[in-house]
Structure formats: structure tokens, C-alpha cells
């Protein structure tokens, strides 16, 4: 089974530009999350979607990011304009159904430095 | 108080040595509960589900003490390659039905030869 797809891998950009990440989840997977995990923390939930709907984006700065997931598969995540303290890892995870028993399956993440 | 916390680590063991970490959470309602383990730069992985009459997977047991929101992992006869951060993980209700998986800080563990 093929895992969960992201890239780039890494990603440097100048504060005020603007950046997009993409993934690709496990096929079949109905449930697709982003996180952002700062360096020393664990990873903070972003937004879940459940197909191609928002289930949850309560902890996304929506000033600067968005994020979509045209024909529920793959999701693109956008900063603008990007700030010294979204440097980050940024991973995107899938599970089959996003029951409460569900595990995650995650990317190997973007890791983004903003300088 | 934050909604999931773990020992602040790091814990620096010898190898063969048993160590045990410690994690509380504070929403009463939340579901279901994990430990997730993520090496140096590499993503978490799920390491095990904890279920409330407790789980044994080899050398990992996972424990869960609902009335004191409370959950724990063991790991027996450690080994070198044991090393990672091991990062608690609860399903924490949102609001409108939904539940949000919440993490934990995370517990370095380093095993040392």
C-alpha cells in the first residue's frame, strides 16, 4: 500500500511570500487532516476534511492559510502571506474513515523555514 | 491546564532498563487514546491504541485510568533502538459531534548503550 504523499520536502521563503504544500493521501482514505508541528511541540491540528468537506478548521489562522480538497483526494495547504513563525513541519495524515478509533497515517511532512 | 500532558522527559535510560511514561488529559469526554512514536525528523507513527482494560503489545503496555484521566506506556528491556519521542494522543471533543486528535508535547527517550 502506498503511503501518504507530500511534497516539497523542504521549503524556504522570504517573510510575506507565499507558499503551497501538496499531499496525497493513502488511496481509498476518506479522511485527510493537516498539522503543523513546531520544532519541540507535537503536531497541532490544522484542518480535517472528510471528503471534499471542512469537518473542522477551528485552529486555522484564516487570515493567511487555506486549504482545499477539490474531488475529496488530493489537498493543497496555502500560506499568504507567510511570517517568521510559520516556520514549521507541516504534515498532512489520512485514515480511512476518521472514526474516533481510526489511526493516522502520515506524510513524511514539508518542512518550511521562513526567514 | 493544557488538554493533553506529558512528563517533560527527556529520560535517559541504559539499555534493558524498564521506563514508563505519563500522560493526562482534561476534557472527561474525550474517546479514544494512542501513543504515537516519531523519530529524529521522520513523521509519527502509531505505536499503539490504549484501551481501558489496558493492552500489551511485546515489550510496550498501555494503560488508561479514565476516573483520573490518566494514561501511561511501559516499555520493558529497552533497546537502543527504542530512542525516539513518544507523543500521547487523544480524540478530544470539538463541538458539533466531531472530535479532533490532540497530541501531546511529545517524551524524548533516549536508550543508552
Known amino acids: 500500500e502506498a503511503g501518504v504523499a507530500q511534497s516539497p520536502r523542504y521549503k524556504i521563503i522570504e517573510k510575506r511570500q507565499s507558499v503551497a504544500f501538496w499531499c496525497n493521501p493513502i488511496s481509498g482514505h476518506a479522511t485527510l487532516y493537516w498539522y503543523q508541528q513546531i520544532l519541540g511541540q507535537g503536531p497541532k491540528l490544522l484542518i480535517q476534511?472528510?471528503?471534499?468537506?471542512?469537518?473542522?478548521d477551528s485552529q486555522l489562522p484564516k487570515d493567511r492559510f487555506s486549504a482545499e480538497r477539490l474531488k475529496g483526494v488530493d489537498s493543497t495547504l496555502k500560506i499568504q502571506p507567510a511570517k517568521l513563525e510559520d516556520s514549521a513541519v507541516y504534515l498532512c495524515a489520512s485514515s480511512p474513515d476518521g472514526t474516533a478509533n481510526s489511526p493516522l497515517h502520515f506524510g513524511n511532512g514539508t518542512r518550511l523555514t521562513v526567514t | 491546564r493544557k488538554e493533553v500532558e506529558q512528563d517533560p522527559g527527556p529520560f535517559n535510560v541504559p539499555e534493558g532498563a524498564t521506563v514508563a511514561f505519563n500522560c493526562t488529559y482534561s476534557?472527561?469526554?474525550?474517546?479514544?487514546f494512542f501513543w504515537y512514536r516519531q523519530d529524529c525528523r521522520k513523521e509519527p507513527k502509531l505505536l499503539m491504541s490504549?484501551?481501558?482494560s489496558g493492552n500489551e503489545d511485546g515489550r510496550f503496555t498501555a494503560q488508561l485510568n479514565r476516573a483520573s484521566q490518566y494514561i501511561s506506556l511501559l516499555i520493558r528491556d529497552s533497546k537502543l533502538s527504542d530512542s525516539a519521542t513518544y507523543l500521547c494522543?487523544?480524540?478530544?471533543?470539538?463541538?458539533?459531534?466531531?472530535?479532533?486528535?490532540?497530541f501531546g508535547k511529545g517524551t524524548k527517550l533516549s536508550v543508552i548503550p
Open positions: 494522543v487523544v480524540n478530544v471533543p470539538s463541538g458539533a459531534g466531531s472530535y479532533q486528535l490532540t
Open positions: 476534557n472527561s469526554a474525550s474517546q479514544s
Open positions: 490504549v484501551y481501558s
Open positions: 476534511f472528510q471528503n471534499n468537506g471542512v469537518v473542522d
